[in-house]
């Protein structure tokens, strides 16, 4: 159900997002959500009960077809075998399933008028100055920590298991990989499997989720969305945060891309920093427009893959949406982009995961560019999903060869590392002495980052 909203026009000046807006006094859709009602809560619990209960049904039965025990005859056995597992499948699915039948509670949701301008939520006019106070009655809560600017680095994954069941442990693979770098960096991480408002699900739930975040931790000077089937590859590598002291998004991309072809391809929004100010909620609720599911979206793919060079044919997406927006209304947000292309905020995988072993043995980490790629990006492989652009094998092949390749960075500090790019398997590489102390400050990333990240500068 849809919390209600205010009406509020779609833009002032310069060209605006293709969307229409309400033309007699209809009211506008908002994104936020309410709580999830009690009704469901309960089923949900039953739910993983029952499943409990028919898991030991299940078991007992396979034992009883084992060793031959019981009175029952085949039939009837048979018969409530059959019965479990549809019992079993329905309950899954019922699970798996946006809506639940037993929730009575919550009102059928429909779907967004085109006739409607959405909204993220309520238009926010003073952010800077709500924040500035309440950062000056919140000391114990800085925005700068060894002065830098707090990160507070966002990522997720749908509600729902994957379509691919090794997709799920890809995702586990991935999370680890974020956990390890922003331990390590001192960024805070969070992981969001929450759909925060049904209009904007797939490539879209990132926006108000980033804005809720936003609004929520004013003592965050930077969001850094990244994707699920992006890995941190260079552990050591640092974002220069004095580089962009003048900008509120920094996004990987190449401008003439951007500003001489127009391509759809010319920024990434895979792995992009957004600073915590009013501009940003801004382009937010600039951006989100071409986001609800259903004809608006539809119709505003048309408008992207005639504007943006090569698109091909599709509902609007999120990276699309924000080049044309930044192209469309470029005096109103360009100022404070930074387009990067120093490092690999963003590096595309093919080209780079097959390459690891030259990086070994040519560079070192810390570099962050094609030497040693910071972010290798998974795009077009959808491990959770049930298609992809790419040949499964080969993405999961390469997923893990990215993983192990991170991961060796990591465990290098305890003495450990893996056998090869494709083995789980690990191996000492160095033996324990009675002086470990010496390991610390010789390969501790957390003493060398300082130190390589100017020199590299």
Not at 44 to 71: A, D, E, M, P, Q
Not at 231 to 247: A, G, M, N, S
Not at 401 to 422: M, S
């Amino acid at each position: 159900m849809s919390s209600p909203a205010h009406k509020r026009p779609s833009g002032s000046g310069g060209a605006g997002l293709p969307t229409s807006t309400v033309s007699n006094g209809g009211g506008v859709r908002g994104g936020g959500r309410g709580v999830l009602p009690r009704g469901r809560q309960m089923q949900k619990t039953f739910n993983n009960i029952r499943i409990t209960i028919l898991c030991g049904f299940v078991t007992i039965l396979v034992l009883r077809g084992t060793i031959g025990v019981g009175n029952l005859g085949s039939s009837n056995a048979d018969a409530i075998n059959q019965n479990i597992i549809e019992e079993t499948n329905r309950i899954l699915a019922e699970i798996r399933s946006d809506s639940d039948p037993t929730d009575l509670d919550s009102p059928q949701e429909t779907e967004m008028s085109p006739n409607e301008t959405y909204t993220l939520g309520p238009k926010v006019t003073d952010w800077d100055s709500q924040r500035k106070v309440w950062l000056e009655q919140n000391p114990e809560f800085p925005s700068t920590v060894n002065g830098k600017g707090r990160i507070l680095l966002l990522t997720g994954s749908p509600p729902k298991p994957c379509d691919n069941p090794i997709g799920d442990h890809y995702l586990l693979k991935s999370v680890k990989n974020k956990i390890d770098y922003c331990r390590l960096h001192g960024i805070e991480i969070v992981y969001n499997m929450a759909h925060l408002d049904n209009e904007l699900a797939g490539y879209w739930a990132k926006l108000p989720m980033i804005r809720r975040l936003l609004l929520s931790h004013p003592e965050v000077e930077w969001i850094w969305w990244m994707d699920s089937d992006a890995l941190f590859t260079d552990i050591l590598f640092q974002v220069p945060l004095v580089r962009y002291e003048k900008h509120n998004l920094v996004i990987h991309g190449y401008p003439d891309l951007l500003f001489d072809q127009k391509s759809w391809i010319a920024l990434n929004t895979g792995s992009f920093l957004l600073r915590n100010c009013q501009w940003s909620l801004d382009l937010l609720d600039a951006w989100a427009p071409m986001g609800p599911k259903g004809v608006i979206r539809d119709e505003a793919g048309k408008v992207l893959t005639a504007y943006l060079k090569g698109r091909p044919a599709f509902e609007a997406d999120d990276q699309s949406a924000l080049i044309y927006l930044l192209l469309s209304q470029r005096d109103s947000w360009m100022e404070k982009v930074f387009v990067e292309n120093q490092y690999y905020l963003h590096g595309f995988w093919e080209g780079l995961v097959d390459r690891y072993e030259e990086m070994v043995e040519k560079y070192h980490p810390g570099l962050g560019d094609e030497r040693w790629p910071f972010v290798t990006h998974f795009v077009g492989c959808k491990p959770c999903g049930s298609y992809a652009d790419y040949a499964v094998e080969r993405c999961l092949k390469s997923m893990e060869r990215a993983f192990n390749f991170a991961d060796n960075q990591v465990l290098k500090l305890y003495g450990f590392g893996h056998r090869g790019l494709l083995s789980p398997k690990i191996k000492r590489i160095r033996n324990e002495t009675v002086t470990p102390l010496e390991f610390v400050d010789k390969f501790d990333i957390r003493r060398t980052t300082q130190v390589d990240t100017k020199l590299e500068n």
